[in-house]
C-alpha cells in the first residue's frame, strides 16, 4: 500500500526483514525525484509498519 502525493510518499511495509532496504531506497528515489541530498528527507513512523517519507525545509517553495 502506497500513498503519494507531490511531496510526501506513505507505505506500509509488511515485510519487516527488509524495511530498511525499502525505507533507503524510497528515500533514495524521492531525493532523485525532487533534485535533494538525502539529508532533507524526513522519515516518520505514521502507523504500525507504516511510514511517511516527505521533503523538509526550503525544498518545498522550489519543488
Do not use: Q, Y
Not at 509488511?14 to 531506497?25: I, K, P, Q, S, Y
Not at 533534485?35 to 524526513?42: D, E, F, V
Amino acid at each position: 500500500m502506497t500513498f503519494e502525493t507531490a511531496h510526501s510518499v506513505t507505505l506500509k511495509i509488511w515485510d519487516r526483514a527488509n524495511m530498511h532496504h525499502t525505507l533507503d531506497a524510497m528515500i533514495e528515489d524521492l531525493s532523485a525525484r525532487h533534485n535533494t541530498t538525502k539529508c532533507r528527507i524526513a522519515v516518520t513512523c505514521s502507523g504500525p509498519n507504516t511510514f511517511t517519507l516527505s521533503l523538509r525545509g526550503s525544498e518545498l517553495a522550489s519543488a
